[in-house]
Every structure is written in C-alpha cells, then in structure tokens.
C-alpha cells in the first residue's frame, strides 16, 4: 500500500537467507511500458505502468517494520498506479482463470484464486490480464500518460549518497584527509555502478 502512494514497486534483491527469487528477479525484468497489477487483501485494486527499468535502493522509509528481516538494500521499480474500478477478486473469476494461470510461479493459486506466499512481482500473459481487467474501469488514458514519479533512479541515488557522506562527515574518528579520500572513492564507484546498471539488466555470472 505504501508502495502505491509513493508510485513504485520495491523488494529485497534476495531471500533472507540469500537465496535468489524469480520474484524478485522479476523486478530486472520489468521494462518501460509494462502493466502491473496489485494485489492485496485478496483483490486486484490498482493497475500500474513501469516508467522506468528497476534499480538498487535502500528499504522505502514508509515500510517502518514491515519486512524487518529484508535486506536493507533492493530494486525499486518506477510504476505509475491507477485506481481499477470495480476491485476484481480472484477467487469469483477462478473458473475461468485458473487454467489460464503460469505452472510455476503464479501470483496467485489456480485452485483457490488466494494469493500465493512469496508471490511478489509474477510473470502473467496478456490474455490473463485481459481477463482480470475486462469489466473493471480505470483510466487508461493517464496509465498510457503516465505522471509525475519523484523516484527516478537519479534521484534515488543522489538522496542515498548524500546520506552516506554526511554519516562519513559526523565519524569522529575519521580526519579530514580520510573522510575526504572515502567520499571521493564512493562517488566514483556509485557512478560506475549507476552507469552499469543502465546497460546490463542482470550479473553475467550470477543472472
């Protein structure tokens, strides 16, 4: 819910455990342009645009204890959100959606239509969204505008920065010369990796 104030998606790059998560792989994956649907409290009551591809981010401040085993660090995904009228229930249209639901990995389960665990961002076909949004309303018209999101990755990263620097700053027991010498260093890392993360979607060796 904080996610669809603030226009954006976010999750932990893994499990707790440091396992890898098609779901939060997910989050790489998602392009420009792409629709997303959110989900909770076992309905489908927004109706999102990617405006922008996923980059590393601390937690959202929003999320306070929600998640507190997460890693501090992830994806955030820029997504435009609007409101889908009427919500739309899984569960009511599970007749004809569940066959139509991925074999592995589906959001939600082709039985019941409830939400499945750990389910966070899942691949679905046009034809499944097609069917979800078919009777509901929402504005199309601004979805394909898209709006204003604060969240671009440029300012992301110039937030987190300035936060670590002035940490860096207030350490007493680093003099000048060093706090000096580590800001320099981290500015010129966090433009190389900003600069990497717009070319390669995923790690060469990892995925």
Known sequence: RQEIEGQYLW???TESNGARSEFYNNMRRASPGDFVLSFFDQAIRYVGRVTEFAFTAPKP???KEAGSYWNKEGWLLPVFWTRLEPSIR???LIGVLGPLLPSKYSPISPTSGSGNQKAYLA???SVVFQTIVTDAVFDRAALERGGANSLTFEIVNEQLEDAVERQIKDDRSL???VKKSVILARRGQGKFRANVETVERSCRLTG
Do not use: C, G, L, W
Request: aromatic letters at 6%; a negative charge; proline letters at 13%.
């Open 175 to 177: 003099d000048d010369t």
């Open 90 to 92: 899984p569960k009511a």
């Open 11 to 13: 999750s932990p790059k």
């Open 61 to 63: 401040a929003e999320f």
């Open 123 to 125: 691949n679905i076909s």
